[in-house]
């Protein structure tokens, strides 16, 4: 099964994704490719989303590259991961750094820069 998850910012807006919500990748992307709070508002900006890429551009939006209604999830999914500024992401409550340090270790995920903190 591929779960779906949301992705917000604390204190704004939550998008719905939904597709590979993840932490081995939803969560790697978000660490690696939207770790400012500046990229995080932006990601989310768009609304609701198919899947999610390692760039804005190349991910794929209902309202912007489907033409659906403009929409923001209220509900909450398998997977819910929050951008927290001066803190970083989190999934499900927990810090994501420390979640994905985990997968790297079991070879879930090809991560030098996780393991080594970078």
């Given at each position: 099964?591929?779960?779906?998850?949301?992705?917000?910012?604390?204190?704004?807006?939550?998008?719905?994704?939904d597709q590979s919500?993840?932490?081995?990748?939803?969560?790697?992307?978000?660490?690696?490719?939207?770790?400012?709070?500046?990229?995080?508002?932006?990601?989310?900006?768009?609304?609701?989303?198919?899947?999610?890429?390692?760039?804005?551009?190349?991910?794929?939006?209902?309202?912007?590259?489907?033409?659906?209604?403009?929409?923001?999830?209220?509900?909450?999914?398998?997977?819910?991961?929050?951008?927290?500024?001066?803190?970083?992401?989190?999934?499900?409550?927990?810090?994501?750094?420390?979640?994905?340090?985990?997968?790297?270790?079991?070879?879930?995920?090809?991560?030098?820069?996780?393991?080594?903190?970078?």
């Amino acid at each position: 099964m591929n779960p779906s998850c949301t992705i917000s910012v604390r204190k704004g807006k939550k998008v719905y994704c939904d597709q590979s919500g993840y932490p081995s990748y939803v969560g790697y992307m978000l660490f690696k490719h939207y770790n400012t709070k500046e990229l995080a508002e932006k990601l989310v900006s768009f609304g609701d989303m198919h899947y999610l890429e390692s760039t804005i551009d190349s991910t794929c939006y209902y309202h912007r590259d489907w033409g659906e209604a403009l929409l923001f999830c209220y509900g909450e999914e398998q997977y819910n991961y929050t951008f927290v500024d001066g803190k970083g992401w989190f999934v499900n409550g927990l810090v994501l750094e420390t979640y994905l340090r985990g997968l790297a270790v079991e070879g879930v995920i090809p991560s030098k820069e996780i393991i080594n903190g970078k």
